[in-house]
């Protein structure tokens, strides 16, 4: 059978090449050809860091020790001068990016929150304003929220201060922060 098998593909070989025999490369075409954008790399491992750092992020943020703070509404990093809050809360500087976390539960704003701060380091952005809302509509009416948040910042490097601002930036429902260059 094998034989028989290779008989055959010796002849199919032998009619495939008796007609292809005068066959000539055909002459180069008169044109060029357009450029094309080659695709951009995909960075597997930073995304793979990235997502590790945010499932780190999400297990700091809901761990049971509660952060105390002085007065809820500001974090200053030590060391840093204390007017920086009082910036802070009047908007000195310019808000160069804001997040809306209105709608989302508590695991999706602090996933939201550090992907947005890591994007906002990578781009150099130093204010930004996050509003989580005042908890309003949140059962018990209490400001879930705002607590998950702000106990996030406290924990992140980046983040050297953040305050409330006035009532016309978002006042309780927002904070304004700080971030390091």
Same mark, same amino acid.
């Given at each position: 059978m094998k034989k028989a098998r290779a008989k055959h593909e010796a002849r199919e070989d032998i009619v495939f090449r008796e007609a292809v025999k005068d066959v000539r490369p055909m002459a180069p075409a008169n044109r060029i050809e357009p450029?094309?954008? /080659?695709p951009a790399p995909h960075p597997a491992k930073r995304i793979e860091d990235e997502r590790a750092v945010l499932a780190e992020l999400a297990n700091l943020a809901t761990d049971g020790d509660d952060v105390e703070f002085e007065d809820d509404g500001v974090f200053l990093r030590t060391g840093l001068p204390r007017d920086i809050l009082r910036k802070l809360r009047r908007t000195h500087w310019v808000i160069q990016a804001s /997040?809306? /976390?209105?709608?989302l539960t508590g695991d999706e704003a602090v996933a939201e929150t550090a992907v947005f701060l890591a994007g906002c380091k990578r781009s150099g952005v130093r204010c930004v304003r996050i509003i989580h809302g005042k908890g309003l509509r949140s059962p018990g009416k209490e400001p879930v929220l705002k607590r998950r948040i702000r106990k996030l910042l406290t924990r992140r490097d980046e983040v050297l201060a953040f305050a409330e601002p006035r009532a016309v930036?978002? *006042? *309780? *429902? #927002?904070? +304004? +922060? &700080? &971030?390091? #260059?």
């Amino acid at each position: 059978m094998k034989k028989a098998r290779a008989k055959h593909e010796a002849r199919e070989d032998i009619v495939f090449r008796e007609a292809v025999k005068d066959v000539r490369p055909m002459a180069p075409a008169n044109r060029i050809e357009p450029f094309r954008r /080659l695709p951009a790399p995909h960075p597997a491992k930073r995304i793979e860091d990235e997502r590790a750092v945010l499932a780190e992020l999400a297990n700091l943020a809901t761990d049971g020790d509660d952060v105390e703070f002085e007065d809820d509404g500001v974090f200053l990093r030590t060391g840093l001068p204390r007017d920086i809050l009082r910036k802070l809360r009047r908007t000195h500087w310019v808000i160069q990016a804001s /997040l809306d /976390l209105h709608g989302l539960t508590g695991d999706e704003a602090v996933a939201e929150t550090a992907v947005f701060l890591a994007g906002c380091k990578r781009s150099g952005v130093r204010c930004v304003r996050i509003i989580h809302g005042k908890g309003l509509r949140s059962p018990g009416k209490e400001p879930v929220l705002k607590r998950r948040i702000r106990k996030l910042l406290t924990r992140r490097d980046e983040v050297l201060a953040f305050a409330e601002p006035r009532a016309v930036e978002g *006042g *309780g *429902g #927002a904070v +304004v +922060v &700080l &971030l390091e #260059a």
